[in-house]
C-alpha cells in the first residue's frame, strides 16, 4: 500500500471473499437455534462463515482507515474511521460497527455464541455485507480513479 492510496488489489480480494463467504450463507437461511444445537457440523459452517465475512470487511476497514490516516486501534474503530471519511453513511455505519464485537466474539468467545443471534445475522443481517462492500466500491470509484 503507498502511504495515502489503497491498494485496489488487497480491497477486491477481500470483497471477494466477503461475497463468497456470504453466498454461501444464504444456503442456510431458515435456519433454527435448535439445528444449530443438534446439527454440529452446520454450525461449524455457519459460524466459520460470519467469522470469515466479518474478518473480510473488517479487514477492508482497517486497510482504508490506515490508508486514509486514521490508523484505527481496533476493528470497531476502523469503522469508525470510514464513517468519519464520508466512505461509510453514519447510520450505517452505526449498525455496521456491531460486527467488530461479533467477530471478536466468535474468535474469542466461541464457548459462549448466542445462537439466537446468528440465527438473527444469518435471517436478517448478510445484507449488510453486501451493503458494506456496495459503499466501499462506490467510495472508490469516485474517490480513487487511476
Known amino acids: 500500500m503507498t502511504p495515502g492510496r489503497p491498494d485496489r488489489r488487497v480491497v477486491n480480494r477481500r470483497l471477494m471473499a466477503l461475497r463468497r463467504a456470504v453466498a454461501i450463507l444464504r444456503r442456510h437461511a431458515g435456519c433454527t437455534p435448535e439445528e444449530l444445537r443438534s446439527d454440529i457440523d452446520r454450525r461449524w459452517a455457519i459460524e466459520h462463515g460470519l467469522q470469515l465475512s466479518a474478518q ?3 479487514d477492508v476497514a482497517t ?3 490506515s490508508a486514509l490516516g486514521y490508523d484505527p486501534a481496533t ?5 469508525d474511521s470510514l464513517v468519519e471519511a464520508d466512505v461509510l453513511p453514519p447510520n450505517f455505519g452505526a449498525r455496521f460497527r456491531q460486527i467488530a464485537g461479533f467477530r471478536n466474539v466468535l474468535v474469542h468467545g466461541y464457548l459462549d455464541v448466542d445462537l439466537d443471534l446468528i440465527v438473527e445475522i444469518l435471517s436478517e443481517r448478510l445484507d449488510d455485507f453486501e451493503e458494506f462492500a456496495r459503499h466501499i466500491e462506490r ?3 469516485e474517490s480513487w480513479q487511476e
Open 139 to 141: 467510495w472508490l470509484r
Open 75 to 79: 476493528y470497531g474503530s476502523s469503522i
Open 63 to 65: 486497510h482504508l482507515g
Open 56 to 58: 473480510a470487511a473488517l
